[in-house]
């Protein structure tokens, strides 16, 4: 495994196992567990994700030291704002069953983030997280926090695969000094990214399948991972990536697969705004 440092000094892994969509807890506690005894040594979670508690259970029952695991978890829109936000912010670390965060981030660019922004600069600044950052700030936005926070985001987490590249946003992050990382970076299945003839040639020269030749693409670009599977083989395929680097010509394939837009979701229209708004994860 390899590891980056934030702008804070702060090391983080360039790979880690995501739990988004497991929100049964014994299979996303058995999914932690088995992730972590691979060698993975960052997981991601959310409380929208409603699986805190069953990460928090495997991470204590998998005999790791908790200094040696990055656990990230995200602040829902129904909880931004000031008060509400250190609210939320107990509750998940209640929930995890940790002292403290290693990356709590802002779930969504959309209702009174700015407030909440605060409130995770004076957590921050208290020592109970270790990182702070954003999830799907298009470069718009991303600027705009940036310029006017008193501790600029060390995180973006936004969509990166093969067709879906961003290489616009990735520049604006790195201008701004803020660590990319990917949400499916395996386009959640989509484009028959598995069989893809242009991912599953290059894979052949190296001995590696499509989808681990799509998660080393975003590695040599600098972008951390956070691959998702409750497949026992999955997760160690997911992590054998590190043994094998792209040559440019490979890189320069894969970046012609960009079709330039999301078609899992574009946080610029208005139905997505409306509809993440409306989106309740308790009473």
């Not at 702008?7 to 360039?14: A, I, T």
Request: hydrophobic fraction near 40%; proline fraction near 4%; charge should be negative.
């Amino acid at each position: 495994m390899e590891y980056t440092a934030l702008r804070n000094g702060v090391k983080m892994p360039m790979e880690g196992f995501g739990v988004f969509q497991v929100p049964e807890a014994a299979v996303c506690e058995q999914a932690v567990h088995s992730a972590l005894a691979a060698g993975y040594r960052l997981i991601d979670t959310a409380a929208a994700y409603l699986n805190e508690k069953a990460v928090g259970a495997a991470i204590r029952k998998s005999g790791v030291p908790r200094e040696e695991i990055f656990v990230t978890t995200k602040l829902w829109i129904q909880d931004y704002g000031y008060e509400s936000t250190k609210k939320a912010f107990q509750n998940s670390l209640d929930n995890l069953g940790l002292e403290y965060i290693d990356l709590y981030l802002l779930h969504q660019p959309v209702s009174d983030y700015y407030s909440s922004w605060r409130a995770l600069e004076e957590l921050y600044e208290a020592g109970k997280i270790r990182a702070i950052g954003v999830c799907n700030f298009y470069p718009d936005r991303l600027a705009d926090l940036c310029l006017n926070a008193k501790i600029a985001p060390m995180v973006n987490q936004v969509e990166l695969h093969p067709f879906f590249a961003q290489s616009g946003a990735l520049e604006n992050m790195k201008e701004f000094g803020v660590q990319p990382q990917a949400w499916a970076p395996l386009a959640e299945g989509k484009f028959g990214i598995f069989t893809n003839p242009v991912l599953t040639g290059i894979g052949q020269k190296y001995g590696k399948t499509a989808a681990q030749i799509a998660l080393r693409w975003n590695i040599e670009r600098g972008v951390i991972i956070i691959p998702k599977s409750t497949h026992e083989e999955r997760i160690h395929e997911n992590l054998n990536i590190w043994d094998f680097s792209l040559s440019k010509e490979d890189m320069d394939a894969i970046a012609d697969l960009d079709i330039g837009k999301s078609q899992i979701i574009d946080h610029s229209t208005a139905e997505t705004a409306k509809f993440l708004n409306s989106f309740k994860i308790h009473e």
